[in-house]
């Protein structure tokens, strides 16, 4: 009898494989063009590279590191403007990069297109609950509450003060002194410290000193680390495990979670400073102390969970929108010569030594400046700070293109891939023009946010958007009335994947003093 027994395992196991050969034939034969349980959809062009029950998944994570061109280059391939994609373990995917779609996810049926799915639970260790992932009665206190920091008077007498002390306190102790020996500098890294540091005195009333220190910010470079996994979640199922065998093979590295614990003891210092110096009597109006007196969606005042969310929620609003586009601002320009001496020619027409130094007029002056706007925005349409987004249908709707949206999809517009297009922008799309932002009489002209969603658009538009312009434009040119910039040689300058936009390996400049 003993003797039947592993013949009877042996036939058992046999069957219970060869039943889940069949099952799984057969499943490849019904979902032959796309990932498992996804539906086909007739309406609209599918990607290409489509392997049965796994949909686009290894085609997604093959061109990870250049996501944003595989997007362009799908669009282009299948010359459309909405295009549908499906990935094992992904919702799915709806792509668009028509401005008529894009309005009417982002402004005409706001309602029904929310934050949600991968999205929101790739980011929840960095943003918690913050504005940038919440959704309803929990955006909306968080909007509300920040809102009122973003005034004239504050950006007249408060920000410019703040921007031109801490572009002073760079060119004093860095950019002098790289001038002065010669060396090449990383543009992009001491641009994240100068709009990290002019950031959190404006919002937290807190100086962090670190534009006078050469070393890495360590809350720098685990913040920067977490938001590119959370886009590599996103796209790569396999992400987190990677992080699991990386602690392994490379125990002196942070891995995911002490990366997180670094940002933590960051922003919870911010909160625990702000709470003693409120116990002591002192008074503040920025934003920290806006939410400390700010009540949650559910009427109770904001435990230090949900400050340190707000802290962390803002800051990659204030310190990477602007430093990201300051980065870009100065390669193109330094790629294109006539575009820079034309720049520097409205520097020097408005901005004197007399204006340089007093913030209100400066702020006035910022305005009147077409030409340096123009370069700004032009940067902006070719390497937004969000390339990509994304929200989740609640309900059915058709789309203005024709296109048929079910519940539960995943609708992704590609501001990277719209800035990009031809049919958008015309036969020139790929050129660096900004003259294209200034009309015949020599008036800055400003497109729809639906076809240049930089600062997004409808009830979400970015709230920082002039504070992110003001600050830029005013580092922009007196940085460039200051110093002439050239390009460090056996470079190549390319994005890196993350939830912004910055540069992968920076940009190496070599920094010269214009007037001596």
Known sequence: MNDLLPTATNNITGTAALISTTVLGLLALKYNDRAIFTERRKDIPNLPKSVPLFGVLFDQIENKERNLDWFNDNINKLDTMTMFGSALGMPPMIMTIDPRNVNHILKDNFSNYVKGGNLVKAGRELFGHGIFVANGEQWRYQRKAASIIFNAA????????????????????????????????????????????????????????????????????????????????????????????????????????????????????????????????????????????????????????????TVLNFIIAGRDTTAQTLSWSLYYLLMHPRVEEKLVAEVEEYVTEEIENDPAKFYETIKKMVYAHAVFYETLR???????????????????????????????????????????????????????????????KRESAAKWPAFHHGPRVCLGQNLATLEGLMALTLLLKRYKFTMAPNQEVKYSIALTHPLKDGINVYVEKRYH
């Not at 060396?183 to 100068?194: G, L, M, R, V």
């Not at 079910?406 to 891939?417: A, C, E, G, I």
């Open 382 to 444: 070719l390497e937004p700070v969000v390339p990509s987004n994304a929200k989740m249908a609640l309900e059915d709707d058709i789309l203005p293109d024709g296109t048929h949206v079910r519940k539960n999809d995943l609708v992704l517009w590609n501001p990277y891939s719209m800035g990009r297009s031809m049919k958008i922008w015309g036969l020139d799309a790929q050129d660096f023009r900004p003259e294209r932002w200034i009309t015949k009489e020599g008036d800055l």
């Open 154 to 309: 504050n950006f007249r007498d408060n920000f410019s003060r703040v921007f031109i002390q801490e572009v002073n306190i760079m060119s004093k102790h860095v950019l002098d002194k790289k001038a002065a020996s010669g060396e090449a500098i990383d543009f992009q890294d001491i641009i994240y410290k100068f709009t990290l540091e002019s950031f959190v005195d404006i919002g937290f009333g807190k100086n962090l000193n670190i534009l006078t220190s050469e070393e890495k910010v360590p809350f720098s470079t685990s913040f920067d680390y977490c938001q590119q996994v959370a886009f590599e979640r996103i796209i790569d199922p396999f992400t987190d495990l990677r992080d699991s065998i990386k602690s392994i093979f490379r125990p002196s590295e942070l891995t995911h979670k002490e990366h997180v614990k670094v940002i933590d003891e960051f922003a919870y210092s911010l909160v625990d400073e702000r709470s003693k110096q409120l116990k002591q009597g002192h008074e503040y109006n920025d934003l920290l102390s806006r939410f400390m007196n700010a009540l949650n969606e559910e009427g109770q005042p904001l435990n230090k969970s949900e400050l340190r969310d």
